[in-house]
């Protein structure tokens, strides 16, 4: 039988997981049989840790405890914010926050083996710092210092707090819980297939998620909200939207935030976030028309894709309304994916947990396509392109 060759690995089942179901055909993603639909109004990111990492939603004194060790351990070690006062400001935040969470790893104790910990207290520990690296970063690129987190703030209130200084108001710290939230698991997505392929070698937890940012960052996943940003920012007003979709789709590009592997119908979580970058754009008032222009540049993309593939199957994913939420928020274009990044260590961290519990090496193969065996040439006997002559 001839070996089936699948690169994108699309509809291959490689591994069975409890934290997240995407059921793409029907639009629906839940959280450990929790809809996410039910989650994104009612739960706060804390109560989603929980429900990942230790698999039920907490109790009321379940959530102090968690909350509690979130507080404790969000502060960074001080050779890390004085390595990341010695980066070029023009530095890229993601790779500063990979870079960084990386060297987390440097500063954790280590057992009896001389091994890291990879338990539910490091995954707490990455959840509490990865938002710390992030606002500092965003404060150190601007000349600023950084601020020292808060322990009695929400991972959503703090990170706003750590940026500005300022407790933020409440409609702004909701926006980003709801959105760390709904970015919080997706099952084997390419950065969370990342983190179990790592940790299935034994990796240490702090290398995995290291592995799981370094494939967020590009724009056909993490990297995308950035790209759809860059599109927020190039039409400008909700007018502009039909002639920028018609010209992009003309020269055989694609519209960012729109289309996903698993998604047949509209992402689930683009509705809440729609929902999300409506309220904030009556929150913040101004003339950026960030919302409008988003909604605009969804409905021309689906009359557009429609026109051109009747029955087409590309609709808004998750990043397209991150944009205009994430952008009323204050938080430059640029940091996008790190925002992705805080919201989904908790699935990360979750995964790589589930796979240390049940391990089996990763490792699949390839269909060979180069030449022959033949052999060795002397160098002598090669010609210029390193043939034999
Ligand atoms: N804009 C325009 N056309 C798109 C599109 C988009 N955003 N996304 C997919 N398509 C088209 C492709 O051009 C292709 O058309 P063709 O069959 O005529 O060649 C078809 O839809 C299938 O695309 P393909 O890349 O094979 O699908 P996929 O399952 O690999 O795509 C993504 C998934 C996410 C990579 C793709 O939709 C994409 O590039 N989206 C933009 C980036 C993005 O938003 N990423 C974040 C995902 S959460």
Redesign the pocket.
Known sequence: MPTVVDR?LEGVVVGTTQLSNVEGAIGRLSYRGYDIDDLAPNATFEEIVHLLLYGTLPNRHQLEMLKRELGSCRALPEPLLAAMQNVPKTAWPMEVLRTIVSGLGLFSPVNAQGEHVSDVHTALELIAKVPTVVAAWDRIRRGLEPVAPRSDLSQAGNFLYMRTGKVPHAVEEDALDTYFVLLADHSYNASTFAARVAASTRADMYASVTAAMATLQG???GG?ATAAFRTLTEVKTPENAEPYVREI?ERGK????????EYKVRDPRAKHLETMAKELAEHVGGSDRRYQTAHAIEQASRKV?QEK?PGNA?YA???FYTAPVLADLGIPGDEFTCLFACGRIAGWTGHILEQLADNRLIRPQATYEGPTAGPYVSIEQRSSNGQRG
Request: proline share 0%; hydrophobic share 45%.
């Open positions: 994108g724009d056909l996943h995308a789709l694609r519209i960012m935030g729109m289309g996903h592997r894709l593939k590309i994913n998750v990043d």
